[in-house]
Nanobody
């Protein structure tokens, strides 16, 4: 069974740091691109960042560049998103997803498998 488990969300104040993790199982981890998305109720889903588990190729949305860092641990089959200098506009439900191509994650903003979201709330 394919599972993506996102965790690490919480309530923080603006300017603080939070680290999200996405633990994957049931897939050949190094064949997949893992992406992080976020969504505010009533708004379109937004791609945040992605990483290729083998080559380490990364993508960051403009809103994430310079503040967020994505990393992959192939031993633990876990992708993490370190979010620094958080802003209230970062408040959203964050989801991780897996796909076989970066194009699907980055441009189609979709994945083959999705984890349940973890809520990040940034207060001002």
């Amino acid at each position: 069974e394919v599972q993506l488990q996102a965790f690490g969300g919480g309530l923080v104040q603006a300017g603080e740091f939070l680290r999200l993790s996405c633990a994957a199982s049931g897939i050949t981890f190094d064949e997949y691109v893992i992406g992080w998305f976020r969504q505010v109720p009533g708004k379109e889903r937004e791609g945040v960042s992605s990483i290729g588990s083998v080559d380490g190729s990364t993508y960051y949305a403009d809103s994430a560049k310079g503040r967020f860092t994505i990393s992959s641990d192939n031993v633990k089959t876990t992708v993490s998103l370190s979010m620094d200098s958080l802003r209230p506009e970062d408040t959203a439900i964050y989801y991780c997803a897996a796909a076989l191509s970066a194009h699907q994650i980055v441009h189609q903003r979709n994945g083959d498998y999705w984890g349940r979201g973890t809520l990040v709330t940034v207060s001002s």
